[in-house]
């Protein structure tokens, strides 16, 4: 067996799709032909290498870039399907009423709830994700309280013993939440400790949890366990999600909205409101 080509050996058109992987979080093999004037054959070839290689993984119609033990950085995470997020908000913002108290943690999917809750009334918004302060700061039917403690640079996220407190010290209607990653069998996943001790404090305080992700999470992994779909009211993607996971929906009661690709199709619910009301 001869020894195995150095990243440095990647052809140019091979680097410059690794590239384009880093800043967005995932590329097409569509675009990419029409970029480089290459074949989708010939760009395929070039993704299977670097996934060979575990810089990129496969995805459907692509390729993102590959994370078991660190995540995407912040400005890859807010490019990576933001159609798609968009969508799943609206959707989730639609399940709450004017009025509710509501947890939202940190990921660039519950910014854009924050962005759909914006013109909500009589709101209380607690949240360690400083983003979604200057959000919601200027709508003034949302009460924002932010959870102390240090801030990372990276993300705006706030984590750490304080932030557990805070959160500890709330019983609220409703928790918002994202994942880096969600297993087949249910499990909801994520990078940082401490970010997922937060999480869990928010999960243990709230009367119901919905946590929002687009399909792309069920094609990482992550290796801290935030917890189970059984912990949750609800789950709202944009794709069916993997069979496994759906069954573990189903086993445990939770609703599973798929908003679709079109944003002015209805969502479609796998359980009726009488299962979950």
């Known amino acids: 067996m001869g020894p195995i080509q150095p990243p440095e050996e990647l052809s140019d058109r091979q680097q410059a799709i690794l590239t384009l992987a880093r800043e967005a979080g995932r590329v097409q093999v569509e675009e990419l032909a029409a970029r480089f004037g290459v074949s989708p054959q010939?760009?395929?070839?070039?993704?299977?290498?670097?996934?060979?290689?575990?810089?990129?993984?496969?995805?459907?119609?692509?390729?993102?870039?590959?994370?078991?033990?660190?995540?995407?950085?912040?400005?890859?995470?807010?490019a990576l399907a933001q159609a798609e997020k968009r969508r799943i908000a609206a959707r989730c913002a639609a399940l709450i009423p004017d009025g509710s108290s509501l947890f939202l943690n940190i990921g660039t999917t519950t910014e854009e709830v924050a962005r759909a809750l914006a013109n909500h009334r009589n709101l209380l918004v607690v949240t360690n994700n400083i983003h979604v302060v200057s959000i919601l700061l200027p709508s003034p039917g949302v009460e924002v309280v932010v959870a102390g403690g240090p801030v990372r640079r990276g993300d705006g996220g706030i984590v750490g013993e304080a932030t557990v407190d805070l959160v500890s010290q709330f019983k609220l209607d409703f928790a918002v939440i994202g994942a880096s990653a969600l297993d087949e069998d249910g499990s909801l996943l994520d990078f940082d400790y401490r970010e997922v001790r937060v999480a869990r404090a928010i999960l243990g305080n709230a009367r119901r949890a919905i946590l929002v992700a687009d399909a792309s999470k069920f094609e990482r992994s992550a290796p801290v366990r935030i917890g189970h779909v059984a912990q949750l009211h609800g789950v709202v993607t944009d794709r069916p999600p993997p069979a496994g996971f759906a069954a573990a929906c189903r086993a445990a009661g939770t609703r599973l909205e798929v908003t679709g690709p079109d944003p002015d199709a209805p969502s479609e619910s796998d359980f009726p409101e009488s299962e979950t009301g």
Do not use: V
């Open 42 to 78: 010939t760009i395929r070839k070039d993704l299977n290498t670097l996934c060979d290689r575990r810089l990129l993984a496969r995805q459907h119609g692509g390729a993102m870039l590959a994370s078991g033990t660190e995540n995407l950085g912040y400005a890859a995470r807010r």
